[in-house]
């Protein structure tokens, strides 16, 4: 077996531009889950959103690229609003449930021959990008350091990536060491308690619905740029899971958590994909126990193991503190 | 002062729904019922400005479930009630906090993983940088945010909380809890404080110093209601003592005054203290 | 003053609901006129070819033909795009060289390689996609994939299709009660939202699949195979509880890091099953083809009868059992209010595992009974759950007999939306209805209101 591939491809993986993407839907979540405490498992209904904000406008409707970033954004602003408005009043169990539902629903609606018109239904978008790329400024070839190397295109859609982790993070920094920040955080405390003090307990996590759902309309926008395809299966709810054990791994509540969770978990993904891979190919593990198609399904059966084993014996994640966790009463 | 108001109470009479020459809170009509079970059914209640009012009652006698609904933590079925002039009912939880009337509650919710100064730093009124906007643009809100940090730390100091500063609220034990939650309160420079057993598991020495604290409230001007299980400390305290018993006011005048009153001593006694068919646990 | 406020602000915020649901009806069948004026050139076709991997495939061949004349071909460039430009508008075939694709990749389904009657208006430059699979997850092509809603003009009245549509969404609503009854008394005695509990459905049908159908298995009848894979499913929901649960609770971990424990517990089972039974969909071997019974208006093959008593016959014993033994009046106590019933002597850990133990159970039951109506396949109960958690609220959290009136809804929902709508959109009708509910009457239908404080 070739351990230098595998490395380079698990390398290849954590920075490339899909961990970007999911880092973005990550940091987005933090502020849910991570300092507000709401119980969101839709982020991918975001993502959705602000995907096809873009393709649609762009494919469909002919706008240019950057309106289309405009419209993912105001899509991403009214879905917070419609799957807020009601649940928030109610228990986090509401929350959950409604925003779960509320992602298949979209993906089932976008990807329905009625919605063909618009979404190309099963089909999907393509091209929309073009615009993007034809800025990039690097003239073709392969960029890299020994094995790992990106394309001229892949090293454009990184920097936008990274480029838009890097600004998100800062600004979740400010948010959370402010006030507005201080009354989020004691909202996943205890609501009651923050009422008690005066605080418009229903306002501050509809904003925080909001905040967290267009960063996690960029994690969409910047996954199909990628492609330059949307496709409403890419947007499974398998998706939301990932962004959370990642968020879990790297440290719910912690500025830097969904940035080292994503490049962790996408390195430790892709190598044990590719080490999987190499094996079959290599016939250590028979084609009759686990063939090549199937070691796309271990990927996500290693993927539900590892975020089971960690909330069993670390739910405070990578950059967690114990102590915190023991006085997370819920 | 407090000769004023312990003197105007003096010539109100000992029976219930007795009217208040200066009541910053009325209630009139107050019902709340659970299944068919009426937990709270308070005909009148007037609270005195500038008093202590002890509320006392067998378990189960509505008197969380009251608080809960006078302070907006839950909705009546009937009823309606005013503070400071202000009719209340159907006002969020947070705009009657923000009207003044402020509550602690009987399991104290220290906020776990803020620190013990973060506590006191939320609760402050009217905050610039609460705004999510605002909140980006520091400068708008530093100066503000480093007087509230001095107000903080002088609370902190008069309850004797300033060593545990940075520590987390969650570290803290069950009586520092009860202290951090008064000074909490007292954060949002409120002008009424409704305190759900104060002294509830909090041991004899720090009890005293929270005793103490609550009487000189009272003698700087503050209102304050009180539910409490320990006669002596309704004894020493409270200048007004409201009986509440399946729901109802069933007695109130000063604390000698109750001590005897047969209708009180009824309610404690004709029944078991610890009946588990409470009201408040609806089945 | 300030109630009004809120209560028109509750109504305004109803109104943007209903709103943006009737914009979405809206849109969606709308063609963009937009689009078509906004392009002058000439008419073409062309598109990106991707691997299973969602990697472009270089050096396919396309062809265009129109009445099996050639119109033009193309082969993919390295980012596996291709284009190939049209004499006019009209209909064409478009198709790939099968021979031409890599090993690792055939058409999603079976004759995928060929699209036929493609329509291309004036001035449109038509995107088409050619899934690719992997070789063992092509699919027959006959299944619900891209459905399109039964013409309307021919066959049954629709009274008649009315009547159908009622009677299938009753036994789609059955199923679905048997399955969400023990996820809502899970949730009820331990505050768990078990995620998991799809998975529990699936294993069921797998297990009476393997013992029914299967090639490697032994073959016995459906009925009895059913029995042991209630059974199964009756161990596994009790292993569960003592195995992972339990000490789970023991160590005071939280209810929402429980909740994310059932996640990843749910995607390993699912993929596990994925893994071990592959993508492709089964059936039971026995009553597959039925004569159709009729009566009256309705319809209906022996096998869905069947399926339906059996499945009622299941929730009112469910029903008696909660209502009339002792360990049913155990449940709902620990429901109720867990230390109450605690302190008043009733053993919690006990009829927590006989909770577990009961909702595996009939989780396997609603499997075997769902995968004899529909296929046996690796995701139909994670398909099933979000239903489960609608109907579950729909009736009220934590409330079994709501569980099982909210799983009528929202079987009868998802079948009457077929006269109306594709059926490839039913369950999102379903789910769609849970957020109007949660809107209107938050508390579910059977469910009373919560108290603050």
Not at chain 2, 71 to 97: I, Y
Not at chain 2, 263 to 275: M, N, Q, R, T, W
Not at chain 3, 426 to 453: C, F, S, T, Y
């Amino acid at each position: 077996m070739d351990f230098a591939a595998i490395l380079s491809a698990a390398v290849t993986g954590a920075i490339g531009p899909v961990a970007a993407a999911y880092a973005l839907a990550a940091i987005g979540l933090n502020i849910h889950f991570g300092y507000t405490g709401l119980l969101n498992f839709g982020q991918v209904a975001f993502m959705l959103v602000g995907a096809y904000g873009v393709a649609i406008s762009v494919s469909v409707f002919g706008l240019s690229l950057w309106l289309g970033v405009l419209v993912g954004v105001l899509c991403a602003i009214v879905l917070a609003l419609l799957l807020g408005a009601p649940t928030l009043r109610l228990r986090s169990d509401y929350l959950a449930i409604a925003t779960i539902a509320a992602g298949e629903i979209l993906r089932l609606f976008y990807r329905s021959s009625y919605a063909e018109p618009l979404t190309g239904g099963v089909f999907g978008l393509q091209r929309f990008a073009n615009e993007f790329y034809e800025l990039n400024p690097f003239p073709a070839g392969e960029y890299g350091i020994g094995s790992i190397t990106f394309s001229n295109r892949d090293l454009w859609v990184m920097v936008l990536g990274w480029g838009l982790v890097a600004l998100a993070t800062v600004f979740v920094y400010l948010l959370i060491h402010s006030p507005w920040g201080r009354v989020i955080r004691s909202i996943r405390e205890d609501e009651n308690a923050a009422r008690s003090l005066g605080k418009n307990v229903y306002v501050y996590k509809l904003q925080s619905l909001i905040l967290g759902g267009v960063i996690g309309s960029f994690g969409g926008m910047v996954m199909v740029i990628n492609t330059q395809s949307a496709n409403p299966d890419s947007f499974d709810p398998v998706v939301t899971f990932f962004v959370y054990t990642l968020l879990v791994l790297g440290g719910a509540g912690r500025i830097a958590g969904p940035l080292l969770g994503a490049v962790v978990f996408w390195f430790v993904v892709v190598f044990f994909d590719a080490l999987l891979r190499q094996a079959i190919a290599a016939g250590y593990i028979s084609s009759d126990i686990i063939g090549a198609p199937q070691a796309g399904a271990v990927r996500f059966a290693l993927v539900g193991l590892g975020l089971l084993l960690l909330m069993v014996f670390r739910p405070q994640g990578i950059l967690g503190r114990k102590e915190e966790m023991v006085l997370n009463g819920r | 002062m407090v000769d004023e108001s312990t003197a105007t109470l003096s010539n109100v009479a000992a029976e219930p729904g007795a009217s208040k020459p200066d009541p910053i809170l009325a209630a009139d009509g107050v019902r709340r019922s659970f299944g068919g079970l009426n937990a709270v059914d308070v005909d009148h209640l007037e609270l005195q400005r500038g008093a202590i009012t002890a509320l006392i009652g067998p378990n189960g006698a509505g008197k969380t479930t009251l608080f809960n609904v006078l302070t907006g933590f839950d909705r009546p079925s009937a009823g309606n009630w005013s503070f400071a002039g202000t009719e209340l009912r159907g006002m969020a939880a947070h705009r009657v906090a923000r009207l003044g009337m402020v509550r602690t509650f009987q399991l104290t919710k220290a906020l776990a993983r803020l620190t013990v100064l973060e506590n006191l730093q939320l609760a402050a009124t009217n905050q610039r940088g609460e705004g999510m906007f605002a909140s980006l643009v520091r400068p708008l809100w530093r100066g503000q945010e480093n007087r509230y940090r001095e107000l903080a730390d002088e609370l902190l100091a008069r309850f004797r909380l300033d060593h545990l500063r940075e520590a987390h609220a969650g570290t803290l034990s069950g009586g520092q809890r009860k202290l951090l939650e008064l000074a909490r309160a007292l954060m949002t420079r409120p002008r009424m404080l409704m305190l759900d057993e104060p002294m509830a598991g909090v041991n004899p020495a720090l009890a005293q110093s929270l005793l103490e604290h609550i009487t000189s409230l009272r003698d700087e001007g503050m209102t304050v209601c009180f539910v409490e299980h320990d006669m002596d400390m309704v004894m020493t305290t409270s200048d007004w003592v409201v009986c509440l018993a399946e729901g109802s006011v069933i007695a109130e005048g000063p604390p000698r005054a109750i001590g005897a009153n047969p209708a009180v001593i009824d309610a404690y006694l004709g029944k078991h203290h610890d009946e588990p068919s409470s009201p408040e646990q609806p089945s | 003053m300030d109630s009004g406020r809120s209560g028109s602000r509750r109504l305004a915020i109803r109104l943007l609901l209903l709103l943006a649901i009737g914009l979405l009806s809206a849109i969606l069948p709308a063609t963009s006129a937009a689009a078509q004026d906004s392009e002058q050139n000439t008419e073409s076709v062309g598109g990106t070819i991707r691997g299973p991997d969602t990697e472009p495939i270089p050096d396919i061949q396309v062809m265009v033909t129109k009445n099996g004349a050639p119109i033009g071909e193309d082969t993919t460039d390295a980012e596996g795009t291709w284009e190939i430009p049209l004499p006019e508008p009209g209909s064409y075939d478009v198709a790939i060289d099968p021979d031409s694709l890599p090993d690792s990749a055939v058409p999603r389904e079976q004759g995928g390689e060929r699209l036929t009657d493609v329509q291309i208006t004036p001035g449109q430059q038509r995107i088409v996609i050619f899934p690719l699979v992997n070789p063992n997850e092509q699919s027959d092509g006959d299944e619900q994939q891209g459905s399109t809603p039964t013409p309307q003009q021919t066959g049954p009245s629709f009274g008649q299709r009315f009547a159908d549509a009622l009677l299938s969404g009753i036994e789609y609503g059955s199923v679905i009660a048997i399955c969400a009854v023990g996820l809502s008394l899970i949730f009820g005695t331990t505050k768990l939202i078990n995620f998991a509990h799809g998975e529990l459905v699936t294993i069921g049908a797998m297990v009476a699949f393997f013992l029914n159908a299967a090639a490697a298995g032994p073959g016995i009848q459906l009925i009895f195979a059913a029995i042991l894979a209630v059974v199964a499913g009756a161990l596994l929901g009790g292993l569960l509880e003592r195995g992972l649960w339990r000490p789970l609770r023991h160590r005071g971990t939280g209810r929402i890091n429980l909740f994310i424990i059932s996640i990843g517990l749910s995607l390993l089972l699912r993929h596990v099953i994925l893994i071990i039974h592959g993508s492709r969909p089964g059936s039971y071997t026995d009553y597959n083809i039925q004569e159709q019974l009729e009566f009256g208006p309705f319809s209906a093959a022996p096998r869905d009868l069947s399926i339906l008593a059996i499945a009622l016959l299941t929730l009112v014993g469910v029903a008696t059992m909660l209502q009339r033994t002792r360990i049913g009046t155990a449940i709902r106590a620990v429901s109720d209010d867990r230390d109450l019933a605690e302190t008043s002597g009733i053993d919690v850990s006990r009829v927590v595992l006989t909770v577990w133990i009961l909702g595996g159970g009939l989780a396997a039951l609603g499997g075997v009974l769902f995968g004899l109506a529909e296929v046996v396949a690796w995701d139909m109960g994670f398909k099933l759950l979000l239903l489960m958690f609608a109907a579950i609220i729909l009736g009220g959290l934590g409330s079994a007999y709501g569980a099982m009136v909210g799983s009528f809804a929202v079987g009868i929902v998802a079948h009457l939306s077929t006269l109306w709508f594709p059926v490839e959109l039913q369950n999102a009708w379903a789910l769609l209805v849970l957020i109007v509910v949660l809107l209107v009457r938050p508390q579910g239908i059977l469910g009373r209101k919560e108290r603050v404080g």
